[in-house]
């Protein structure tokens, strides 16, 4: 099956306003995604239509809104492949996902002389719950590193992961460079050591099929909003067998069976880690992202990403000055190009590329350890996705040649 971006396009009604007078190329999906009609008018319906509380009430509108937020819950099961949809907790993203397996899981399983090992090019949100972990328990937190070519060194992760590695936290695919890691290979790392893995997915899952159970992830975290659903939504996957034996890390309402004046109970799973009024509206949302990426083939939207590199990655190379950082086998990533141009900043790049329409992220991508491992202070960096089109990248390279010279010879 092959996109048809063109007509993808008509399902996304932001992408067809101008910026700064020019037709709007939007390229930080990477950051957050756009969304769907679909997507849309199922939160507008809802508030319409079905608005109240989930799995407290037996009137009309609280059954209905009921069955809808947890025929999510299974759709997500077999988006991701899981055993058992009670393998499936909601959460607010994949930072909140991640710093519940630290908090719990974490806290009950890591002590002083234990080891945590992550790497090098993790999303803040991967990182700093288990820096804090190891400050809190006293293990120590250890870096894999990367290879010449921007990939993970597999030899330096075998050398890490001991019978001392507790967790081994690693990003699916890279926020910056693209890389796409071989989780299932750090899987029997780190299970042979007796550690458990803990995958970021943010990345990862709008662009490519997921399969938890094929991994051997023991808990893969991902947010909605990088995959067409709404802000606020996510998912943390457990193993049943890890969920179980975790507490929770938030208490109050939804999440408890008995509650007594001096101790309380908590419900089953997946219930018992999911506590207070969900985001019910964009949780529906999240189903419906699912069913509209499910309608394009998952497998087609990475391959149309990997149409769109092969377009883009030699008209970037005629381009004197400019350093792509990453894999340089454009199979080996996603649609995420992380660049710089010899004497200019990123930010003066990114804000001139917008003056053009186009819209690019600048910084240190929540990624500055990895940044020091780059030796540099930022990047510049357009990710690609489903409903952009060959056209766009032509336009994006024409006018990242047009910024360069305006910042040599003063016109653009």
Known sequence: MKLNAEKIRNDFPILSQSVNDEP???????????????????????????????????????DRATSQYEAVREKTRAFIHAADSAEV?????????????????????????????????????????????????????????????????????????????????????????????????????????????????????????????ELDADFYAFSGHKMLAPTGTGVLYGKRALLEQMEPVEFGGEMIDFVYEQDSTWTELPWKFETGTPNIAGTIGLGVAIDYLNEQDRTAIHEHGQLLLQRLWPQLQQIEGLTIYGPQ???????????????????????????????????????????????????VRASFYLYNTPEEVDRFVASLQAVKEFFANGFI
Request: proline fraction near 4%; include cysteine; charge should be negative.
């Open 24 to 62: 709007l190329i939007y390229l930080d999906s990477a950051a957050t995604a756009q969304k769907p009609l679909a997507v849309l008018d199922a939160v507008q319906s809802y508030y319409e239509t079905s608005n109240a509380n989930v799995h407290r009430g037996v009137h009309t509108l609280a």
């Open 89 to 213: 907790l909601f959460t607010r993203g994949a930072t909140t996902s991640l710093n519940w397996v630290a908090k719990s899981w974490g806290e009950a399983n890591v002590k002083a002389g234990d080891e945590i090992v992550i790497t090098i090019m993790e999303h803040h949100a991967n990182l700093i719950p288990w820096q804090q972990l190891a400050k809190k328990t006293g293990a120590a937190l250890n870096y894999i590193h990367l290879t010449a070519d921007g990939q993970l060194d597999m030899e330096e992760a075998a050398r890490l992961i001991t019978n001392k590695t507790k967790i081994v936290a690693v990003t699916h695919c890279s926020n910056v460079l693209g890389t796409i890691n071989p989780i299932k290979e750090l899987a029997q790392l780190a299970h042979q050591a007796g550690a458990v893995i803990v995958v970021d997915g943010a990345q990862a899952v709008p662009h490519m099929p997921i399969d938890v159970q």
């Open 329 to 379: 086998d454009i199979a080996q990533r996603t649609g995420v190009i992380s660049f710089n141009l010899d004497g200019l900043h990123p930010h003066d790049v990114a804000t001139a590329l917008d003056m053009e329409g186009i819209a690019v992220r600048a910084g240190h991508h929540c990624a500055q350890p990895l940044m020091r491992e780059l030796d540099v202070p930022a990047t």
